[in-house]
């Protein structure tokens, strides 16, 4: 993560949320990015109309917007450019979208994660649209010799009222390239009221490609003398590769070269393997198989997922360091009518792309260059730069198309993989991962073990909390996506709880998984919180309603902390939708659940049904979302429901487990997704605030479990504090 | 392969049958012999030919790397996801799973090969488009392909015929809802039409 961090606070934009266990909850401190790249004053082009890095107008009139982060399936390369289409008043039938080259001094952070594309790049977005628009009615003022102010755009021209003339974009791109280009904060936005395209459904703008095939992944690049290679690691962490049969293998069909590497793994290494180049794809996976690898095993990892749940179970019998307490929990627990126990526990999983893992790496003439469908491709050019002795300015950047990403494509090995092997060998290499490879060596989303306690008062609320909170670190030091966050809901509105922390040490290496820090917490949490409405014989809704009190800012002054009346708002919403306290047919059970992060306040309400043999059917998922003004409704909508999707396969089916320091699943037939009988009907509602429009890539996700955890308990009776439910009996 | 002194192999003709060449590795090595042979496939209406592939080469890479069509992707390589779907006389296949020489004189049709020969889409193409079904994308074409074997069979299939013809097609992102609210549109529109895809 530091390297993120770095390179965000450089900019002095962007800074790590008080939760640094939540990894990239990153709190934005101004407006993003970076201004509009060219200095003001200087003319705006030449043939084309060119007023900033975000734009351009041809003289036919077409509009080419560029997209500044990769695009991983989150809907960015549709959602940012529909700002600058909106402001720029332009005909978004005649708007094409390009991706943006790879240049951080120009475009800030291109990265993807956090939920941060569209929070810290709306404002930015905005002013490169209403620049150009600025320009565009100037240029077309002096031409029709009229006033400015008498000029108005709309869809594509510019059109004068008074005269009733009009004058498209592409008729004044020479003209306007003429002008001089006004400061970004001199131009004036439109109001809310004034959107034509913000707001309403616009498919992505790639669809057309993917439906016909035609859209270039990363692992479908073509160019000329492109070598594969794949790349096989120690299956136990941290283990060594001492020697293999490299000449059984470079006699292997189209193989031309096996490797051995040394590396030492980490974020700033290759890992310890053997890479083998081929001429095609499939004749170096093929010649992984008939790979005979001596490990050195002496240095690897020996976790074993069960000793790590004895030795938690354990840990948490007893009291641990505290992490961070309000108030005095002790005294408060003392002073309940009721204390409520409970110990929950969520395994390690996967992010299983569709797309594996692959980069793309030619190195000529002392300069580097790649083509990567990164999630965060600067921390991998700095690693590169680092590891390899190449100066960053010769490392050049494509950010290629991702199947997937999901926190994945943070971390950057195989952009190590493939500079390394274009360094070392001189030729063009692509690194491809195979599914196997990719699952045994992923940066897995941590499992955790938490140990809790809570009192009630003689009225049926909730006085008192004392968690033990038994994570991974390694020399007292959490390690990557390990942590909780402190302004976790509810924490956050207690007045006395206290939460301790124990860690593990692990060799296993892990990392951001969809919403860091929130994805199964969440499910601990409001779990529990259920439990304690029931004890209470208290209605859940109501209970949560009373938690989060008065409508007020948790943190005063900072519009991206918890407001309990946005909450309270969501809360409502999905009960309402969900029909929450009406009839239920037999087997059927509702729950709700709550969550913030990310600055998206989300409720999520479940309706599920369990049959006597404990076939479990989720048969609807109603999620209430303010995440501030929705900038594209049919986007908007495709995050909320693959949030849904992902938390109900994460909660229902997936884990990863490990002994002796290696991982025991490889593929979907031990790692399932969910399939689309599993799929329940999805219904999303979007409070309509006025608020800044915030990422919707995570902030669903974690309610998810919750709600649907409670509407089983609601169904069956029975608490589920292991996951996935599939261990607990619960069938598809 | 000039790198490790192998002889070029190339293969001599084409066909239906293998051409087996002899080769170093398995003759001073101890692996299986890997026969390399020349192919002609039926894709997308052309005829084309491959040479000098491993005769056990699944079909996925001979389209991906030999005939540049990398619409149909990896995903699991072991028939567990669907991303490699592509129509083998009109069925539904998985191509990380079938030998390239059992798809000879087989009509194969691909993503690529899924729209009309006008550049119409097809009606599945539309209705994802209007669905706005993908998001990162990458398991659709296997999806499309899937869905449009199922309506050629079956032009009116219900939820539960969606379900049970779409459940090896696996999306990490979860289009799932997506996907057969599309099928649904596709289907109206080809009854509309009067006939099946």
Redesign the interface.
């Known amino acids: 993560m530091n390297t993120v961090q770095e390179s965000l606070s450089r900019r002095g934009f962007i800074r790590l949320g008080s939760g640094l266990g939540a990894g990239l909850t990153l709190a934005l401190l101004t407006e993003g990015a970076p201004l509009l790249a060219e200095d003001p004053g200087r003319p705006a082009g030449a043939d084309n109309f060119v007023p900033n890095a975000y734009l351009r107008i041809a003289q036919d009139g077409r509009v080419t917007i560029l997209s500044k982060n990769p695009e991983i399936g989150q809907g960015i390369k549709t959602a940012l450019p529909m700002v600058v289409a909106e402001e720029l008043c332009a005909d978004w039938r005649n708007v094409s979208v390009e991706q943006a080259p790879f240049d951080q001094s120009v475009y800030g952070w291109q990265g993807a994660g956090g939920s941060t594309g569209v929070p810290s790049n709306f404002d930015t977005m905005r002013r490169a649209g209403a620049v150009a628009r600025t320009m565009l009615v100037r240029a077309a003022a002096l031409e029709l010799g009229a006033a400015e102010e008498e000029c108005r755009a709309e869809a594509g021209e510019v059109v004068h009222d008074i005269s009733g003339r009009h004058i498209g974009y592409g008729d004044l791109a020479l003209l306007a390239a003429k002008l001089k280009v006004p400061s970004a904060d001199s131009v004036s936005l439109k109001s809310k009221t004034e959107y034509k395209l913000l707001g309403t459904r616009v498919p992505a703008v790639e669809g057309r490609e993917i439906v016909t095939g035609a859209l270039c992944y990363g692992s479908d690049l073509k160019m000329p003398g492109l070598c594969y290679a794949v790349y096989v690691k120690a299956p136990r962490f941290g283990a060594l590769a001492r020697s293999f049969n490299q000449q059984d293998i470079e006699r292997l069909p189209g193989v031309r070269k096996a490797l051995l590497v040394k590396g030492r793994g980490g974020d700033e290494d290759l890992l310890p393997g053997v890479a083998i180049v081929a001429d095609t794809c499939y004749q170096a996976l093929n010649a992984a198989e008939h790979l005979e690898v001596v490990w050195d095993e002496a240095t690897g990892a020996r976790d074993s997922w069960k000793a790590h749940v004895t030795q938690a179970q354990a840990l948490a019998s007893e009291s641990g360091p505290t992490h961070h307490k309000r108030g005095d929990a002790e005294s408060a627990l003392k002073g309940a009518v009721k204390t409520l126990r409970a110990s929950y526990v969520y395994p390690f999983i996967a992010h299983a792309t569709m797309e594996t893992q692959n980069c793309t790496a030619s190195y000529a003439e002392g300069r580097l260059e790649l083509w990567t469908g990164s999630q965060n491709a600067g921390s991998g050019v700095n690693a590169i730069s680092r590891l390899l002795d190449i100066d960053k300015k010769k490392i050049t950047v494509h950010m290629v198309r991702a199947g997937g990403g999901f926190g994945r494509r943070l971390t950057n090995d195989t952009m190590l993989e493939a500079a390394y092997l274009a360094m070392e060998l001189g030729v063009p290499v692509h690194v491809f991962h195979s599914r196997e490879s990719d699952m045994a060596h992923d940066y897995y989303r941590p499992g955790g073990f938490h140990h809790l306690e809570a009192g009630l008062d003689a009225q049926g609320r909730l006085c008192g909390w004392r968690q033990h909170f038994v994570t991974y670190g390694n020399g007292g030091k959490e390690v990557r996506a390990a942590g909780m966050g402190t302004d976790l809901f509810p924490l956050a509105v207690i007045p006395s709880f206290r939460v301790e922390r124990s860690l593990l040490p692990l060799g296993v290496p892990t990392g951001y998984w969809r919403a860091p820090g929130s994805c199964a917490i969440a499910w601990v949490l409001e779990s529990f919180l259920h439990e304690l409405s029931h004890a209470a014989g208290r209605d859940h809704v109501a209970f949560l309603l009373e938690l989060l009190g008065e409508p007020r800012w948790l943190d005063e002054g900072n519009l991206r902390s918890l407001h309990t009346g946005r909450a309270a708002g969501v809360i409502r919403l999905a009960a309402e939708k969900i029909g929450w306290g009406g009839p239920k047919t037999a087997g059927q059970g509702r729950g709700l659940a709550f969550h913030f992060c990310h600055q998206g306040h989300v409720a999520v309400a479940a309706e599920v049904h369990v049959d006597e043999g404990k076939r479990l059917q989720v048969q609807r998922v109603v999620v209430a979302c303010d995440v501030g003004q929705v900038l594209n409704r049919s986007g908007a909508e495709n995050q909320v429901e693959g949030s849904v999707m992902d938390g109900l396969q994460a909660l229902w089916l997936q884990r990863i487990t490990f002994e002796d320091g290696q991982v025991e699943q490889s593929n979907f037939h031990d790692y399932p997704l969910a399939s689309m009988r599993m799929a329940p009907k999805i219904e999303c509602y979007f409070v309509q605030s006025d608020y800044h429009p915030t990422g919707l890539g995570e902030p669903a996700l974690p309610p998810v479990l919750p709600a649907i955890a409670n509407a089983l308990f609601d169904a069956c009776g029975e608490r589920v504090r292991s996951l996935p439910l599939t261990q607990a009996g619960f069938r598809t | 392969?000039p790198?490790?002194g192998?002889p070029d192999?190339k293969a001599d003709s084409f066909g239906l049958g293998w051409d087996c060449h002899s080769?170093?590795?398995w003759q001073?090595?101890?692996?299986t012999p890997?026969p390399?042979a020349s192919f002609l496939l039926h894709v997308n209406g052309r005829d084309h030919s491959v040479t000098d592939v491993?005769a056990d080469?699944?079909l996925l890479?001979i389209l991906?790397?030999q005939l540049?069509?990398?619409?149909?992707?990896?995903?699991?390589?072991?028939e567990?996801?669907g991303?490699c779907t592509v129509h083998v006389d009109g069925r539904a296949v998985r191509a990380c799973n079938l030998e390239v020489a059992q798809a000879v004189g087989k009509r194969i049709v691909?993503?690529?090969g899924?729209?009309g020969k006008d550049g119409g889409?097809h009606p599945l193409?539309e209705a994802?488009?209007?669905h706005?079904v993908?998001?990162?994308?990458?398991?659709?074409?296997g999806q499309?392909m899937q869905a449009a074997a199922l309506l050629a069979a079956n032009p009116n299939p219900s939820d539960d015929e969606?379900?049970?013809a779409?459940?090896g097609n696996?999306?990490?992102?979860?289009?799932?809802?997506?996907?057969?609210a599309a099928i649904h549109s596709a289907a109206t529109k080809l009854g509309t039409k009067g006939g099946a895809a």
Do not use: V
Request: with cysteine; glycine share 8%; proline share 3%.
């Open positions: 392969m790198w490790n192998l192999l080769h170093q590795a001073t090595g101890h692996f890997i390399m491993a080469t699944p890479w991906r790397e540049a069509l990398t619409g149909t992707k990896y995903g699991c390589g072991m567990m996801c991303s691909t993503i690529e899924l729209a889409l193409q994802w488009l209007e706005d993908a998001q990162c994308g990458f398991c659709q074409p499309l969606i379900c049970r779409m459940e696996l999306c990490r992102c979860g289009t799932q809802t997506r996907i057969l």
